[in-house]
């Protein structure tokens, strides 16, 4: 989850957020050095003392920085494309979760074998508990199994809203009557926050999302025990 | 080809890929497969077939859809008023 003073993004919880964290990284590195080359060139050209009135031009450097940055284009964008087709990959999900998004919380389907549905609130600051993270908690944590590929189809019963994960590289717009269908994998255990992206009304930035990774056995016993209090 | 559903049933996961909805946008998924259960129990309940064949659909319906919408859809078939052909 993000903390305070944080520059970069965070740690990645899924394959295809290392992968988009890596590509920024090259992407960010080819920007730094370009900014710090012209700044330099920039610095020197202003603090020189040499003049030279009667160069017109000159075809090699002409040809140099119209060659040199199409190949640094083409350095970014390879990498970049290969990770869209590697987003778009088809997968073969081991479950299918619905998430549904409510004026101002989200709800929770898990219908592949019994209908299991919960809606899943934030807990409001004054009932946290010492070590919980405001306005991110939630009641109810959509429990996942991990290391599984999941299928999350993403709709909204009112608004607009948007299902957020940023340690996995996840968003996806919830849209009234779409269904719009995303997929990930978590690599390891443990909760994955996230906060509604899309204005929705008055308590937009209070309806937070939790994903819990867990191993199956602990999955299968969460839902057994989620159908038997429903 | 009844054998083979009845193990596809019997291994059911989730809805696998569906090659004529490869994309974003899965509303038509939900739809296309509830269409096809009522119509595959409207046409085999007619012949006096066996039913088991379309629960294939239900399931695939079932994963997908919202339940919300699936009830809307149950009672507009009982008023009378649901939008699509079965």
Redesign the interface.
């Known amino acids: 989850m993000a903390h305070p003073s944080q520059l970069g993004f965070q740690d990645a919880a899924s394959p295809v957020m290392e992968e988009l964290l890596h590509f920024h990284d090259h992407a960010l590195m080819i920007v730094i050095l370009i900014s710090t080359l012209v700044l330099y060139i920039i610095v020197a050209m202003v603090s020189t003392k040499l003049t030279n009135k009667y160069i017109l031009d000159s075809q090699e450097i002409e040809i140099v920085w119209t060659v040199l940055p199409a190949v640094i284009l083409i350095l970014i964008a390879l990498p970049s494309l290969r990770i869209l087709y590697l987003m778009d990959e088809?997968?073969?999900?081991?479950?299918?979760i619905?998430a549904?998004g409510h004026q101002w919380y989200w709800s929770y389907?898990y219908?592949?074998y019994e209908?299991l549905?919960f809606d899943s609130y934030m807990i409001p600051t004054q009932d946290l508990l010492p070590g919980q993270f405001r306005l991110l908690e939630t009641d109810h944590r959509m429990v996942v199994p991990v290391e599984s590929p999941i299928?999350i189809?993403v709709?909204a019963?009112d608004v607009l809203h948007s299902w957020a994960v940023p340690s996995m590289g996840i968003k996806m717009d919830a849209v009234p009557?779409?269904?719009?269908?995303?997929a990930f994998v978590t690599s390891r255990p443990g909760l994955f926050y996230g906060q509604c992206s899309e204005i929705c009304g008055a308590n937009h930035s209070f309806m937070p999302i939790v994903i819990e990774a867990v191993p199956l056995e602990h999955f299968e016993k969460w839902s057994t025990v989620m159908l038997q209090d429903a | 080809m009844a054998e083979d559903i009845a193990t596809k049933l019997k291994n059911?996961?989730?809805?696998?890929?569906d090659a004529r909805f490869?994309n974003?946008?899965?509303?038509r998924?939900?739809f296309y497969n509830y269409l096809d259960y009522h119509r595959c129990q409207k046409s085999l309940g007619a012949k006096g077939e066996d039913l088991a064949p379309c629960d294939w659909y239900k399931r695939v319906y079932?994963?997908?859809?919202?339940?919300?919408w699936i009830q809307k859809w149950d009672d507009q078939r009982e008023e009378g008023t649901f939008p699509g052909k079965i």
Do not use: V, W
């Open positions: 088809i997968n073969d999900p081991h479950l299918t619905k549904m389907e219908t592949d209908n549905g299928r189809l709709s019963e009557g779409r269904l719009n269908q995303t | 059911y996961r989730t809805a696998p890929f490869p974003q946008n899965q509303t998924n939900c079932t994963s997908i859809c919202p339940i919300s």
